[in-house]
């Protein structure tokens, strides 16, 4: 059994760097050009380290006129996580959110410094002097970016959550696990993000990132007061692509030759759920079994910590896709916010781009899929 997909799901690709599928690659000026191509052509689901030109540059701001002024007392409003497995449609949730007027975020812009001091600087960069790029990333999946747009910041979440790239099982580390500091700089970490948009009024911050889906315990015990969202996919379109991810980042790990992910030891796209390490052995990366299992495990890690979350809420991406408007508002409401405002041109223009895509994917071995996860395919209604 098969079928085409053209929703949220990565195609393949050719040649040494992953190639674009018809959205060209685009620079604001010659300058973006020369400081910023190195970078987009080295885009890693773990940033790499950023070039020292761009760094230096931030540097020379941030310690002249445009220091990051946050006030560590300040508290951190009821931060927003969005929780799901690689493919599931959080790209196109956190991009329809990012357009509200109360929202912040991490930018690629941010990312690509590391340095949360630096974050201002790279931020005044990019929107006051331009200095930006635009085009689809390396996945492949009709996700067009540039240095303004959310990012998952995996490289950030994992170092401060002190989540081990290369281990294919994390254990369960609770506050209690980390010192003040540690603490500390997580939250001050998200008081930069938010600086960065003061002027505009975002005083709420989003991410989302796979990696974080087996940590809301954690992130609770920072963030009493955050803000789960779960984003659930038809988990035959989802294990089908989680192929596709990883045949992609293989490749990319290579094409930029990261210095972090050689060969024999590449990063593995996939959440750490219970059970990843013996399907990996079992099946290898690359079997439906194995992101079968994945996605299934998944769910039923969230539904074992869904009582111990304060503020949850579980939405389905195919209803996402159905009824934009109202299930974003629906989410926003969740999350104690009003619906974006009339007037908000940026979020009328991605609401309307929704399920338009320019790539087609051809999926196949549902049976398999149904035979290892039917009852949460039929929990969720995909049965």
């Known amino acids: 059994m098969g079928m085409n997909d053209t929703s949220n799901g990565a195609s393949s690709s050719s040649g040494r760097l992953a190639k674009l599928s018809g959205v060209e690659t685009q620079y604001t000026n010659w300058l973006a050009k020369l400081m910023l191509s190195r970078m987009w052509e080295r885009q890693h689901n773990v940033a790499m380290d950023p070039p020292r030109h761009i760094v230096n540059t931030a540097k020379l701001l941030a310690g002249s006129f445009l220091p990051s002024k946050i006030d560590r007392a300040a508290p951190i409003a009821a931060p927003i996580f969005i929780l799901g497995t690689p493919r599931c449609g959080s790209t196109l949730l956190q991009d329809l959110m990012s357009r509200h007027e109360r929202i912040g975020y991490i930018t690629y812009g941010m990312d690509l410094v590391q340095n949360p001091e630096l974050f201002y600087a790279a931020h005044w960069l990019r929107a006051k002097l331009g200095m930006d790029v635009k085009g689809e990333r390396y996945l492949q999946d009709s996700i067009v970016v540039h240095g303004g747009a959310p990012a998952e910041a995996m490289r950030f979440w994992g170092t401060a959550l002190k989540l081990d790239p290369h281990a294919l ?15 500390r700089y997580v939250q001050d970490t998200i008081r930069h993000v938010l600086y960065c948009f ?31 969202i779960h984003l659930v996919r ?102 104690d916010l009003p619906p974006p405002a009339a007037d908000n041109a940026a979020f009328r223009e991605r609401l309307a781009q929704v399920g338009k895509v320019s790539h087609v994917n051809r999926y196949s071995g549902f049976e398999e899929v149904e035979r290892i996860a039917s009852d949460n395919l039929r929990r969720y209604g995909y049965l």
């Not at 099982?169 to 540690?182: G, L, Y």
């Not at 009024?201 to 803000?227: N, S, V």
Request: proline fraction near 7%; charged fraction near 30%.
């Open 169 to 183: 099982t994390w254990p369960q580390r609770r506050a209690s696990d980390f010192s003040a500091d540690e603490i």
């Open 234 to 335: 038809d988990g035959r379109m989802v294990a089908n692509s989680l192929i596709k991810l990883y045949e992609l980042q293989v490749k990319q790990d290579i094409a930029v030759n990261h210095p972090v992910f050689k060969e024999g030891s590449h990063f593995i796209p996939y959440p750490r759920v219970p059970g990843l390490e013996g399907w990996m052995q079992e099946y290898g990366p690359r079997d439906l079994r194995t992101t079968a299992h994945i996605w299934d495990s998944a769910l039923n890690f969230v539904e074992g910590v869904r009582p111990q979350l304060r503020n949850f809420h579980e939405i389905r991406y195919e209803d996402l896709c159905a009824e934009p408007e109202r299930r974003i508002n629906e989410v926003l409401a969740f999350c």
């Open 198 to 228: 003061h002027s505009e009024g975002r005083d709420r911050f989003l991410t989302k990132c796979p990696a974080l889906l087996t940590e809301p315990l954690l992130l609770q015990d920072i963030f009493p007061d955050a803000r789960f």
